[in-house]
C-alpha cells in the first residue's frame, strides 16, 4: 500500500475525522506507513508509545520510533529524543545526545528546542556553559512566544549575562512573558516599577506593544 494513505488514514482514525474515532485502527494505519519509512507516521507511533494512547506505555518503543522519525528530519521526533535523553526516559539519561537533537530541531525553528538548547548553555549542561550563546537561543525562542524563554531572556538583561544590562529590555520580556502567561513574570516585571522612572517603564511598554504588532520582527 501507499506510505501516504496509509499515514492520512492513521490520522483519521486518531482523530476522528469522517470515521468514529479509533486508537486501535489508527495505531495498524501508523505501523504499516511507519514500517515503509513514513516519518509522520514514525513519529505519531512514537507519541502513542510515549503517552500510552491506545497502547501500553513503552519508552523503549517511543524511543526507536522517535529515532526513525528523527533521522529523517522530522523536527518534532528530534525534539521528543532530544527530551527522553535529557530525562533518561526510556534511555540512559544523556546530556550530549540531548544537545544534539535539540540542536537539529532547533535549526528547523522548532521554539520548545531553542529554549532548550538556551537552558543548556544557561546551565552548563551537556556543553560548556556560555551565556552568550544562551541569550542567542532563549531570543530565537522567544521571538516565537514562547514565555519561558522571554522570561529567562529577562534575567539575562536583568543580570548583564551574555549581554549588556539593560533594565528597559529586561521590563519589556518579563513583560511579554507575563502577556503570554508566565505568573512569575509578573511580579519581576512590578517590582522593576520602583528601580526604573515613569519614563524607562512607558518607554518598555511602547516596545512591548511594537514587539508585539510587528510579531516579535521589532522587539529591541
Not at 6 to 22: A, C, H, R, T
Not at 194 to 213: G, P, R
Request: aromatic letters at 14%.
Amino acid at each position: 500500500g501507499h506510505a501516504g494513505a496509509q499515514y492520512n488514514l492513521g490520522v483519521m482514525f486518531n482523530e476522528g475525522q469522517d470515521v468514529p474515532k479509533n486508537g486501535k485502527e489508527a495505531l495498524k494505519w501508523y505501523q504499516l506507513a511507519a514500517k515503509q519509512g513514513h516519518a509522520g507516521a514514525q513519529y505519531n507511533l512514537g507519541v502513542m508509545f510515549d503517552e500510552g494512547q491506545d497502547v501500553p506505555k513503552n519508552g523503549k518503543e517511543a524511543l526507536k520510533w522517535y529515532q526513525l522519525a528523527a533521522k529523517q528530519d522530522h523536527a518534532n521526533a528530534q525534539y521528543n529524543l532530544g527530551f527522553m535523553y535529557q530525562e533518561g526516559h526510556g534511555v540512559q539519561q544523556n546530556f550530549k545526545a540531548a544537545f544534539k537533537w535539540y540542536q537539529l530541531a532547533a535549526k528547523q525553528g522548532d521554539a520548545d528546542a531553542q529554549y532548550n538548547l538556551g537552558w543548556m548553555y544557561d546551565d552548563g549542561h551537556g556543553i560548556p556553559q556560555n551565556d552568550k550563546e544562551a541569550v542567542r537561543w532563549y531570543l530565537l525562542a522567544a521571538q516565537q512566544g514562547h514565555s519561558t524563554a522571554q522570561n529567562n531572556l529577562g534575567w539575562m538583561y536583568h543580570d548583564g549575562e551574555g549581554t549588556a544590562k539593560n533594565l528597559v529590555y529586561a521590563y519589556m520580556w518579563f513583560n511579554l512573558a507575563s502577556y503570554h502567561g508566565y505568573e512569575d513574570a509578573t511580579a519581576t516585571r512590578d517590582s522593576l516599577n520602583t528601580t526604573l522612572t515613569h519614563q524607562q517603564v512607558s518607554q518598555a511598554q511602547d516596545l512591548s506593544s511594537t514587539c508585539l504588532k510587528t510579531k516579535y520582527q521589532q522587539c529591541e
